[in-house]
């Protein structure tokens, strides 16, 4: 499987509303990231099968590594999201605000490079 880029978004200044819903970075590029999570749960289940059916180790780890790769271009599109919208927001409201958005975004950063 190949990794497709992140799902392009609308410029952060562009309003985005939905009924009292939260609006998080991502949001403009929702259904995107649903379809990609969708395509990786196949993907998954198809690892399931090929490990009942017991097929070749090799063929299974290199299944295991195009889901790797495509949850973590998820991930990668998530962050830029939320560094383009949350964190930018919030640096907008006070430097307090940005500086914790950031310390935020570090972290789960953080987490994702261990993964």
Not at 13 to 34: I, Q
Request: aromatic letters at 2%; charged letters at 25%; one cysteine or more.
């Amino acid at each position: 499987m190949s990794v497709t880029p992140a799902p392009s978004h609308p410029a952060v200044d562009d309003p985005v509303t939905h009924d009292d819903a939260p609006v998080h970075g991502y949001t403009p590029a929702k259904d995107e990231y649903l379809r990609r999570l969708r395509r990786v749960e196949g993907q998954v289940r198809g690892i399931a099968r090929m490990v009942d059916e017991d097929v070749y180790c090799i063929d299974v780890l290199t299944q295991i590594a195009a889901v790797t790769k495509a949850l973590q271009a998820v991930g990668i599109g998530l962050v830029e999201d939320h560094l383009g919208h949350c964190v930018v927001d919030a640096a907008r409201q006070s430097p307090e605000a940005g500086a914790e958005k950031v310390r935020e975004a570090s972290a789960a950063i953080a987490r994702l490079v261990r993964s």
